[in-house]
């Protein structure tokens, strides 16, 4: 085999008469091998592929090889040791808590001491190897500000457990406790990994939310934002399809060959077989990372979104990610990055440190609007197993947004862009979005998308924000040139706010209605820009007249030289509630018509039509 600078280059062992003795070739696969100071490799990765009138596609192998430049090297994982339990594994997160408490302060705990936290955790305690006391306590005397806690973040997977805390058996919790051995395996798994790393509080949500009491449970959903944001670690059973799974992690693995260096000055390296045919381990690693069961649920968003530091069991190892670093077990992956709210958050900071509204530069604000409403895009597409959790689900990561912006929520949409937040658009695919829809009428608050029930249409803000802002290099990116107004928005909630029904809810708005056909699609197999929300017939035509509001209108520089500048107007399709009521409405869809822009020496641009005070119901 042949040294060069970036690894192992191939080399070709070709034999005369291949009958008697076969070809083999060896390639270097190696992606992307992390240097060290001394220019020493962390790893390389060779597929040997023997060739002889015998061999089949299944001879070929490949070798993931380690060195001691790696920052794992050290680690259990790279033992020789068949087996490795969690108590053996403990050793590298704790090593990794370590480095992210004493380097990274973009991880450290930012909730004040007066935010409230669980209602009650669970103590667990090894009493004797493999021997686990696990009981409720009240947190009342414990500082769970200070205090270390793991959370356990998992898949429910639509089947009973047998041991979910409820108004009948919550005092034989907190006297007598848990019987360890009625959990199911996900929160053993949870239990054996905490105590392994020292701490001594544990919260799993069935365990410590009372089940059957609806109170409790809007009350300590509430807190949902708050309990992640201040444990010390989250443990997600990444790759488990339910509570019975467990965390993943097989003390069996694939055997591992420890090498000395061949001379002085050389690398001790271990090696072990891995995945041939271009998807080797750590890809299959990154796949299970991104699409493992519990980012299917809708209510996982906002623990992967609000946790400081995930340690996710898969199949495999463990894989930690905090807001600075995503590192697994082995050490084949080491990226600098995050995708956290928290990690916005550090990124755009007079945001979320500004006292007032109007310290808040609108860029700023518009990159928190275009990241919320990618939240909202990847929560519509999870499940959700109970359809009434739509709010609760989010409402952790609407109160952090909340807590960053100093804006105010308004059932999934925001007050200091309302008029803009308003312009969402939802889409039903019914091979995709199964979930019946509800009846138009009954849909409440029509104005926001989150009164369709979770898993019946897709949504997203449509919008270019960037389109808004008004560009001092080019003469006719004017921005928002018109925009309606909100005179009040009054939320109601039907009981602990963010979690229960805002159905409510109105807004009072003030701008520019008129009756308009629908108009025709631009050019021929193009959809109208009028669009009908999910469950409102369509059966009038071209020849139906519809009522449309006047969100905001922008303009932008022509594409083309010699044209004409181009406005933009979002509208909403109204509907009357009731036939002799014209000043209540319902949104039954929208309208995006693009025009050329003529001011014509007026002052400021207005559209067609008649301005109205209106109610969205």
């Not at 704790?94 to 004493?102: A, D, G, K, N, P």
């Not at 305690?125 to 493999?130: G, H």
């Not at 406790?177 to 996900?186: A, E, M, S, V």
């Not at 898969?314 to 670093?325: A, D, G, K, L, R």
Request: one cysteine or more; hydrophobic letters at 35%.
């Amino acid at each position: 085999m042949v040294r060069h600078h970036d690894g192992y280059r191939s080399l070709l062992l070709i034999s005369r008469d291949p009958k008697t003795a076969p070809t083999v070739d060896i390639w270097d696969v190696t992606r992307k091998p992390i240097l060290d100071q001394n220019g020493h490799f962390d790893h390389a990765v060779l597929q040997i592929n023997p060739m002889h009138h015998v061999t089949t596609r299944d001879d070929r192998k490949a070798i993931v090889i380690y060195t001691e430049a790696g920052r794992a090297f050290h680690r259990p994982i790279w033992s020789e040791v068949d087996s490795i339990d969690f108590r053996f594994r403990s050793e590298t997160i704790r090593e990794w808590l370590t480095e992210c408490e004493t380097y990274h302060p973009g991880c450290r705990k930012v909730l004040k001491v007066d935010v409230e936290l669980a209602a009650r955790m669970i103590q667990v305690r090894e009493q004797e190897p493999n021997l686990y006391s696990t009981r409720l306590v009240p947190s009342e005397g414990i500082d769970l500000h200070n205090k270390p806690y793991l959370v356990l973040s998992h898949v429910w997977g639509g089947i009973d457990l047998p041991c979910k805390t409820t108004s009948e058996n919550i005092a034989q919790y907190y006297d007598i406790g848990i019987d360890f051995d009625n959990l199911p395996k996900t929160f053993q798994d949870a239990v054996r990994i905490t105590t392994a790393i020292g701490f001594q509080y544990l919260w799993i949500d069935s365990l410590c939310i009372i089940q059957d009491d609806e109170r409790d449970w809007q009350r300590e959903s509430a807190k949902m934002a708050a309990i992640y944001r201040a444990a010390t670690i989250t443990l997600s059973a990444t790759s488990a399809n339910n509570s019975h799974e467990g965390c993943g992690l097989s003390p069996k693995r694939q055997s591992v060959k420890r090498f000395s260096g061949p001379g002085s000055g050389s690398l001790d390296f271990a090696a072990r077989e891995t995945v041939v045919l271009g998807r080797s381990s750590t890809d299959i690693l990154k796949e299970q990372l991104r699409d493992g069961p519990v980012h299917s649920r809708a209510w996982i968003l906002q623990e992967k979104l609000l946790s400081r530091r995930i340690l996710h069991a898969v199949h495999s190892q463990f894989v930690w990610q905090c807001n600075v670093i995503t590192e697994s077990e082995d050490g084949m992956i080491h990226q600098q990055k995050s995708d956290s709210l928290l990690g916005i958050a550090q990124r755009n900071s007079d945001v979320f440190t500004s006292k007032e509204k109007s310290e808040v530069s609108e860029s700023s604000a518009y990159e928190f609007d275009r990241h919320w409403w990618g939240c909202v895009a990847d929560y519509s597409e999870r499940t959700l197993s109970v359809a009434s959790d739509q709010y609760a689900a989010l409402a952790g990561i609407v109160k952090h947004y909340q807590e960053m912006t100093g804006d105010q929520p308004i059932v999934g949409l925001w007050e200091r862009h309302l008029i803009v937040h308003l312009a969402w658009e939802v889409l039903r695919d019914p091979r995709e979005q199964t979930v019946p829809l509800v009846e138009p009428n009954s849909r409440r608050p029509s104005w926001t998308w989150m009164s369709f029930c979770h898993g019946s249409v897709k949504v997203w803000a449509t919008v270019q924000w960037k389109y808004l802002l008004k560009n001092e290099s080019t003469p006719w990116d004017l921005g928002i040139v018109y925009q309606a107004q909100v005179l009040n928005a009054n939320v109601k909630w039907s009981g602990q706010p963010l979690t229960s029904d805002p159905s409510g809810s109105t807004i009072r708005i003030r701008g520019i209605m008129r009756r308009m056909l629908r108009p025709k699609p631009v050019r021929s197999a193009v959809r109208s820009p009028l669009r009908l929300d999910p469950g409102i017939p369509d059966d009038g035509g071209g020849s139906r007249e519809y009522d449309t509001f006047a969100l905001f209108a922008y303009v932008l520089s022509p594409v083309l030289i010699n044209q004409p500048p181009f406005i933009t107007t979002t509208y909403l399709i109204l509907q009357a509630t009731e036939p002799e009521d014209r000043g209540q409405y319902m949104r039954i869809g929208k309208m995006v018509l693009t025009e050329e822009f003529h001011m014509g020496g007026e002052p400021e641009y207005v559209p067609e039509g008649v301005q109205r005070d209106i109610t969205l119901v």
